[in-house]
């Protein structure tokens, strides 16, 4: 009787996995890529790249103005002159990387900052779909390695849910 009870405390978990286990994938990049405010966001990006790229230049003409002059009149520069010269063209350089740095953590700063409530529509819009087909996964396919025949691709189902073609 022990051995009854205990053969069927193992095998009644198993009864759970023999359920209808529904599982869909949805190619979120697809998704993602075909939605307008994609569009927008790369539009935004691209200016403020623009943006920074003009101010960037300007910046290393100062530089290149500054060091030709520097390069052509050195010889002729007394010691104390040259050496505060030299020092305003390495603060040049110094401000040159720190616009850089400052530019590039802004960019990506802008960019999470747009990219966050796409990526949020998507992952509610994934779930309503998941909650309304009873699908117990949702997967994304870039990570598998092999899908089935009888995988269920999701992807239009959310894309209409989104309102996308």
Do not use: H, W
Not at 22 to 29: H, R
Not at 67 to 91: C, G, H, P
Not at 106 to 135: H, L, N, R, S
């Amino acid at each position: 009787m022990k051995k009854l009870i205990i053969f069927l405390m193992m095998i009644l978990p198993l009864g759970a996995f023999a359920q209808d286990v529904k599982i869909a994938f949805v190619k979120t990049q697809e998704v993602i890529m075909a939605m307008p405010e994609v569009s927008a966001m790369e539009k935004t990006m691209t200016e403020l790249n623009e943006k920074y790229k003009t101010e960037l230049k300007q910046m290393q003409e100062e530089y290149q103005k500054k060091y030709s002059d520097f390069v052509a009149q050195q010889d002729s520069l007394t010691e104390n002159i040259k050496l505060r010269r030299m020092q305003e063209i390495q603060d040049i350089q110094e401000r040159i990387n720190n616009f850089v740095q400052v530019a590039e953590q802004d960019v990506q700063k802008k960019q999470q900052e747009m990219f966050t409530p796409i990526q949020q529509k998507v992952q509610a819009t994934i779930k309503a779909v998941g909650d309304e087909k009873g699908y117990m996964y949702i997967i994304d396919p870039s990570v598998l390695l092999y899908i089935g025949t009888s995988g269920v691709d999701a992807t239009p189902l959310v894309k209409s849910k989104l309102g996308l073609k």
